[in-house]
């Protein structure tokens, strides 16, 4: 198991491989044991939507943060679904009429998020990790993923205790890095580029259902200063995949991602690592899909990244056609980053190393 190789302070795991995931009897008879021996307590929580599956199937999914109990003490943690805080928010919204009827569709989201508080026993810093997995739907929902993300940013802060508690945001967000969801994170806002395009999305879907840009308008922004991404802060460029599977059975549902004219020049003039080849499914033929959809994104005001584990080269994968395999145990690889904590005055503490 990968978790095995790592000796990091902090670990998020939304999957563990693409037909074991993290269910409630793995994560009690095998995981959490497991993590116990090697000196880490944990944070556990299932889907809703899979309350009521058979937990010895291995298709039920949840979402685990975990933490060395002699670095950390857990101040506190929240576990929660996306939908309800949607519900939440719209009581607060004057709604069109078409809106307030397609609303209960629009905000459909079975995902979920983990937020824990932890205090390092070495310094007394207090850090809150976020661990979520979005909607992905082969990229049909990119308004709802793009919201989600813009909760559990603005949400981990909120539960932080705001914007100057050092904070880390990780896991499965199911966007490329030329989507709106990462662009929001990375700017702190949606850009007039991103606004048209996920307009421009709906209306071509549906001309009748409203985008979700349009429900929330005051939503797609986040209040974090200084929000970086691990992997970009220390190599210059965001990881080059994460995710390297084998999507051949599911290609009878369209790639939906497709790009409106208003942001074609955007996405042609994103940068592409030169070791990895085009991430849409048709550079392999028809069978494989690898793309950038894992981050660890961090409060650089109050965190220094001081590296990041370097992306495996694609070509070891290539022989053992698509994760997983007998050598990566998950079709999503994983990400790990050392953190320091920053003083007022700049200096830093002893540091912290999570992993994705």
Same mark, same amino acid.
């Given at each position: 198991?990968?978790?095995?190789?790592?000796?990091?302070?902090?670990?998020?795991?939304?999957?563990?491989?693409?037909?074991?995931?993290?269910?409630?009897?793995?994560?009690?008879?095998?995981?959490?044991?497991?993590?116990?021996?090697?000196?880490?307590?944990?944070?556990?929580?299932?889907?809703?939507?899979?309350?009521? !599956?058979?937990?010895?199937?291995?298709?039920?999914?949840?979402?685990?943060?975990?933490?060395?109990?002699?670095?950390?003490?857990?101040?506190?943690?929240?576990?929660?679904?996306?939908?309800?805080?949607? &519900?939440?928010?719209?009581?607060?919204?004057?709604?069109?009429?078409?809106?307030?009827?397609?609303?209960?569709?629009?905000?459909?989201?079975?995902? !979920?998020?983990?937020?824990?508080?932890?205090?390092?026993?070495?310094?007394?810093?207090? *850090?809150? !990790?976020?661990?979520?997995?979005?909607?992905?739907?082969?990229?049909?929902?990119?308004?709802?993923?793009?919201?989600?993300?813009?909760?559990?940013?603005?949400?981990? *802060? &909120?539960?932080?205790?705001?914007?100057?508690?050092?904070?880390?945001?990780?896991?499965?967000?199911?966007? &490329?890095?030329?989507?709106?969801?990462?662009?929001?994170?990375?700017?702190?806002?949606?850009?007039?580029?991103?606004?048209?395009?996920?307009?421009?999305?709906?209306?071509?879907?549906?001309?009748?259902?409203?985008?979700?840009?349009? *429900?929330?308008?005051?939503?797609?922004?986040?209040?974090?200063?200084?929000?970086?991404?691990?992997?970009?802060?220390?190599?210059?460029?965001?990881?080059?995949?994460?995710?390297? &599977?084998?999507?051949?059975?599911?290609?009878?549902?369209?790639?939906?991602?497709?790009?409106?004219?208003?942001?074609?020049?955007?996405?042609?003039?994103?940068?592409?690592?030169?070791?990895?080849?085009?991430?849409?499914?048709?550079?392999?033929?028809?069978?494989?899909?690898?793309?950038?959809?894992?981050?660890?994104?961090?409060?650089?005001?109050?965190?220094?990244?001081?590296?990041?584990?370097?992306?495996?080269?694609?070509?070891?994968?290539?022989?053992?056609?698509?994760?997983?395999?007998? *050598?990566?145990?998950?079709?999503?690889?994983?990400?790990?980053?050392?953190?320091?904590?920053?003083?007022?005055?700049?200096?830093?503490?002893?540091?912290?190393?999570?992993?994705?």
């Amino acid at each position: 198991m990968q978790v095995r190789s790592s000796s990091a302070d902090v670990r998020s795991v939304s999957l563990l491989s693409w037909s074991t995931k993290v269910n409630s009897r793995y994560y009690d008879d095998v995981l959490r044991q497991d993590m116990q021996r090697r000196g880490y307590a944990g944070c556990y929580f299932m889907r809703p939507e899979d309350d009521t !599956v058979d937990i010895d199937k291995d298709n039920t999914d949840g979402s685990a943060t975990f933490y060395r109990d002699d670095r950390f003490q857990l101040v506190k943690e929240e576990c929660g679904q996306f939908k309800h805080l949607f &519900e939440k928010e719209s009581e607060n919204c004057q709604l069109p009429e078409d809106a307030a009827v397609s609303l209960p569709n629009l905000i459909d989201s079975s995902r !979920v998020y983990i937020f824990t508080l932890l205090r390092c026993l070495k310094t007394k810093s207090r *850090v809150a !990790v976020g661990n979520i997995h979005t909607s992905f739907d082969f990229f049909t929902k990119m308004d709802l993923t793009t919201l989600e993300i813009a909760f559990a940013i603005n949400g981990l *802060v &909120e539960f932080a205790g705001g914007v100057g508690t050092p904070h880390i945001l990780c896991g499965d967000f199911n966007q &490329e890095p030329h989507h709106p969801g990462y662009q929001l994170l990375h700017d702190g806002s949606l850009n007039k580029t991103m606004t048209t395009y996920l307009r421009d999305f709906k209306s071509g879907e549906n001309g009748k259902v409203p985008s979700l840009v349009d *429900v929330f308008p005051s939503c797609f922004k986040h209040n974090s200063r200084n929000l970086k991404s691990a992997y970009e802060a220390i190599v210059g460029h965001d990881v080059p995949f994460s995710n390297f &599977e084998d999507s051949s059975a599911f290609f009878n549902i369209p790639k939906r991602d497709k790009l409106s004219k208003v942001v074609q020049a955007l996405f042609d003039g994103t940068p592409t690592h030169p070791k990895v080849r085009k991430t849409d499914p048709e550079a392999y033929g028809s069978e494989k899909y690898v793309s950038a959809l894992d981050y660890v994104w961090y409060s650089s005001d109050s965190l220094h990244c001081e590296a990041v584990l370097k992306m495996i080269d694609e070509d070891l994968i290539l022989p053992l056609h698509a994760c997983p395999n007998a *050598v990566f145990p998950s079709d999503h690889l994983p990400i790990k980053a050392k953190f320091a904590f920053l003083k007022s005055s700049g200096s830093r503490e002893p540091e912290l190393h999570s992993a994705l």
